[in-house]
């Protein structure tokens, strides 16, 4: 089993460039990302605090159509996270937040696992919203010292960081020493400021990074690095494409037995062809198992 943590939110997608009516849409990095591994035929469960409204019934339900595990979701009266997102000529999307007082930012570390989890991701704003943030942390902490595969997404927000340099300052020092992969954007990656061998240096194994049309390149521990292209398709917009890289990523590396190499090429290469995909359909729309068979 894959457990993915972090929020579910609805994002208030335009349906006209620059500006039109807002389209709720099931969103949130870590939801998306549960979604495209249910999607891609992966055993997962959904970790996080979801809202007991109208929006947070429907986000439920749309897991439960991709086979997704809920036993661990926690429920609450407070609203449901919304993000509108603003959607950019080329399709690339900014963000802004209606996070006061929502029912996603109260989750609390849950007991152990299922004995069967064997990979976690966490990222997105659940790694920035107290008091959440901190109890993802510690849910990162205890599953990393038990063995499992940890996937770091930080996927930054930058207007919910009130503090840029304290997150910059716990992202290296309390968060990467327990990733086994952290995978991030370009723009994560200027605005976090390090390099590669920073981060490599403080704990993960691998970093994998999300070059847009420019494709994936992954660096190793070990020193090797290597790229693929990206997919050529029409681009509806890249809503969820990062977090469909996430799902594949996990999707192919939970498959590698302990000891065996990694077929980073091919990883990377089945990441791109999802993440290609998604980005034809509007919102986050993560594609199945069977469209990725070419």
């Not at 960081?161 to 020493?177: C, G, M, N, S, V």
Request: with cysteine.
């Amino acid at each position: 089993m894959i457990v993915v943590g972090g929020e579910a939110l609805i994002d208030l997608v335009p349906t006209e460039r620059p500006s039109g009516a807002l389209l709720p849409r099931p969103g949130g990095g870590p939801y998306n990302t549960a979604l495209a591994l249910g999607r891609l035929g992966a055993e997962v469960a959904f970790c996080s605090r979801v809202s007991t409204d109208g929006f947070g019934e429907a986000l439920l339900a749309g897991l439960r159509t991709a086979g997704v595990d809920l036993s661990l979701v926690q429920r609450g009266p407070e609203p449901t996270t919304l993000a509108v997102p603003s959607l950019a000529p080329d399709g690339s999307a900014s963000y802004g937040f209606y996070v006061e007082g929502t029912a996603d930012r109260l989750f609390t570390l849950p007991p152990a696992l299922p004995e069967a989890a064997r990979a976690l991701a966490l990222g997105t704003c659940s790694l920035v919203l107290e008091p959440g943030a901190s109890a993802y942390e510690a849910l990162l902490r205890r599953e990393s010292r038990r063995g499992l595969l940890t996937l770091l997404d930080p996927n930054i927000r930058p207007a919910l960081i009130p503090d840029p340099e304290a997150y910059r300052a716990r992202f290296l020092t309390r968060l990467l020493p327990h990733a086994g992969v952290l995978k991030l954007s370009e723009e994560d990656a200027a605005w976090l400021g390090g390099r590669v061998g920073d981060w490599l240096a403080a704990g993960p194994g691998a970093v994998v990074l999300t070059r847009g049309a420019a494709g994936l390149t992954v660096w190793t521990r070990e020193g090797a690095e290597h790229s693929v292209p990206a997919r050529r398709m029409a681009v509806a917009d890249t809503i969820g494409a990062g977090d469909t890289v996430n799902a594949a990523l996990l999707h192919r590396l939970s498959a590698v037995a302990p000891g065996e190499p990694v077929d980073w090429p091919g990883v990377l290469a089945y990441a791109a062809h999802a993440a290609a995909l998604t980005c034809t359909r509007a919102g986050a729309e993560p594609p199945y198992a069977a469209e990725l068979t070419g």
